[in-house]
């Protein structure tokens, strides 16, 4: 379902949208408003049922990347939006990426960034946070498998910071590959209200031993992999 097309992205509003349950988007790069969506159903990794493969646990396991929060957000949302295989257009207009970097200066919108060891950026994605919610919005890739090992993160990031649920908006193959599933619009209204009335916390990972050095820092590859082993 889509809503009326708006000329401006308000960060306050924009915020009350998600927590509504709808989000924008352009119809390309060049679009000059954004419009809302609320899907008929809705795509949700469940955080308990997050399906780690082998080889991309192995690929973990080998320290490919260094990982970080934060430190790179507007260049996560630049590749992003950049073309890329398989998308020659973006959603992600001049609006989007305003609105969403003001959410990140005021600590709403959140990044994780996967790293050469040569410290070049190899992958990343980004997203909105509420509450106990995560809203992902985009993720992108320069070398096989950042983009998923930056996902493995997050949903590790998510669980020990006391996440209750991880919005993908639609669901793709590539996302079911991880145990993302489609529910009707009604039952994720439900998981939206309660997990509004938490409260997570996205730097969790980062300290307690975790594996996390400075603030920015997040657990390394292989910690990355325990947590994901470990079941509440």
């Known amino acids: ?66 990982f970080t929060v934060d430190r790179a957000f507007g260049a996560v949302l630049e590749g992003c939006a950049a073309p890329a295989m398989g998308r020659s257009e973006t959603w992600i207009n001049p609006l989007i990426a ?31 946070r509420l509450g106990a919610a995560f809203f992902g919005e985009s993720m992108f890739t320069r070398v096989r498998d950042a983009s998923k090992c930056c996902l493995a993160a997050l949903v590790a990031r998510l669980r020990v910071g006391g996440f209750t649920l991880l919005d993908t908006q639609f ?38 031993g975790d594996g996390a050095g400075a603030r920015g820092a997040g657990p390394s590859g292989k910690r990355i992999v325990q947590l994901l082993s470990q079941t509440s």
């Open 171 to 208: 669901l793709t193959e590539h996302l079911a590959g991880f145990g993302a599933i489609e529910i009707p619009a009604k039952d994720y209204r439900v998981l939206l209200a309660a997990a509004l009335s938490g409260s997570g916390d996205f730097f969790a990972a980062d300290s307690g």
């Open 1 to 66: 379902m889509t809503r009326p097309i708006a000329n401006r992205l308000d960060p306050d509003l924009l915020l009350r949208a998600y927590a509504s349950g709808i989000f924008p988007m352009a119809e390309r790069a060049d679009s000059p408003d954004v419009f809302w969506v609320e899907p008929r159903r809705r795509g949700v990794l469940p955080l308990d049922g997050f399906h780690l493969p082998k080889s991309l646990a192995k690929t973990l396991k080998q320290e490919r990347f260094r």
């Open 98 to 128: 305003e609105a969403y970097l003001a959410l990140h200066a005021r600590g709403a919108a959140h990044s994780v960034e996967a790293w050469t060891q040569d410290g070049e950026l190899a992958g990343g994605l980004y997203g909105v």
